[in-house]
């Protein structure tokens, strides 16, 4: 069985991004490629149990294992090493971007407290990043076992060719914007 949200983005959103655009070949219609989640983890240096924690959490929020991201470079200010670890990643793609999708514009997002939509900015390519400051809007995470608060970056890659299609899509898919702009369907 597809994911709730691939289905809805079959039958509902790949017609109406078509007509929209005025988009001929149904293969030119954007689509969400992948979803990338970036964890940054604030004070590795001191304590590399950090990490793993930070790890363990996304691996139990995206149902994937997530990779270990290391410095690349040396900063003395930071008392940084090369090669120490500092965060983890996980790139989401076909059931489980889906699926992530769905859980996060219908479960997460609302869950945070005095939410008013996110933020309308995209990167120029038709692409989004999204910015979560904890890691416990999450059902998946039992509150009492998180041993720091965590946020993660979110960014939604799409086939969108410009901002206007990128925003249209992922409206069309669900995504509570903040300030609903030019908004023709």
């Not at 924690?53 to 090493?81: E, V, W, Y």
């Not at 869950?111 to 904890?134: A, P, Q």
């Not at 939604?156 to 908004?183: I, N, R």
Request: charged letters at 30%.
């Amino acid at each position: 069985m597809a994911p709730r949200l691939k289905e809805k983005y079959d039958s509902e959103v790949k017609s109406k991004l078509q007509e929209r655009f005025g988009i001929k070949n149904v293969n030119a219609v954007p689509r969400l490629m992948k979803v990338v989640v970036n964890m940054g983890v604030h004070g590795a240096v001191e304590n590399k149990s950090k990490v793993d924690a930070a790890a363990r959490d996304m691996g139990i929020i995206t149902g994937q294992r997530p990779t270990i991201r290391n410095a690349r470079k040396a900063i003395s200010g930071f008392k940084l090493r090369e090669g120490m670890p500092i965060g983890c990643a996980v790139t989401l793609r076909r059931e489980r971007m889906w699926e992530f999708c769905d859980r996060l514009l219908t479960v997460a997002l609302p869950r945070i407290r005095d939410f008013r939509g996110v933020k309308t900015k995209l990167d120029g390519r038709g692409n989004y990043t999204l910015g979560l400051s904890e890691q416990s809007i999450f059902p998946e995470i039992e509150f009492d076992r998180i041993e720091f608060q965590q946020g993660m970056d979110i960014t939604f890659v799409t086939t969108a060719e410009t901002d206007e299609q990128g925003y249209a899509l992922l409206h069309a898919l669900g995504m509570p914007f903040a300030d609903q702009h030019d908004d023709k369907n």
